[in-house]
């Protein structure tokens, strides 16, 4: 059943990186800045952009060199569930902005 009334901001979801390398897979919610998402119209695919700001050293920890899987996991608001599966193409825009901080953007294309 559908709510009646509900904030049309409110978008439960969760990212989660995992590197094709190894390793345990890192949910990055708290991480993220910035997160668009592209359908292309003449192509059979999304993109999407997550603005990371990184005082973890995500990209020490999991070495960022293509192919890693961002699983993106969203509820709208009649708490129906949806998982798109992307793969990261480029990291680009990598700035330090204190000693240990960094603010990076992760490209990535759907993989379906």
Do not use: C, W
């Amino acid at each position: 059943m559908s709510r009646q009334f509900y904030e049309t901001y409110g978008l439960d979801y969760e990212l989660e990186i995992k590197s094709l390398i190894g390793g345990d897979p890192q949910i990055i919610n708290l991480l993220v800045i910035e997160l668009n998402m592209f359908e292309d119209m003449y192509g059979p695919f999304m993109r999407m952009e997550v603005v990371i700001n990184d005082s973890m050293g995500l990209l020490d920890k999991l070495p960022i060199v293509g192919d890693e899987e961002l699983t993106f996991k969203y509820k709208n608001p009649n708490d129906e569930e949806f998982t798109q599966k992307f793969i990261v193409y480029k990291v680009s825009g990598r700035t330090g902005i204190k000693d240990r901080a960094q603010v990076y953007t992760l490209h990535a294309i759907s993989k379906d």
